[in-house]
């Protein structure tokens, strides 16, 4: 990641805030992680849907 010059004056200067910027990327990836998870797992409710709907409308 690039950062800009007054960024990255920030980013130097303020020690704790480059920790709370670092912080708060790892919880981003975790928010995302955990967005992915949900969705395979509502795909795969999804999924196991539509087949028990197909298997009664093919009777």
Do not use: G
């Not at 910027?21 to 998870?37: G, K, N, R, V």
């Amino acid at each position: 990641m690039a950062l800009t010059p007054m960024l990255r004056r920030r980013w130097l200067a303020a020690p704790a805030a480059s920790q709370a910027m670092h912080e708060d990327f790892a919880m981003t990836i975790e928010l995302f992680h955990l967005t992915a998870q949900i969705q395979r797992w509502l795909n795969a409710r999804v999924a196991r849907h539509l087949a028990a709907q197909a298997e009664r409308l093919a009777r």
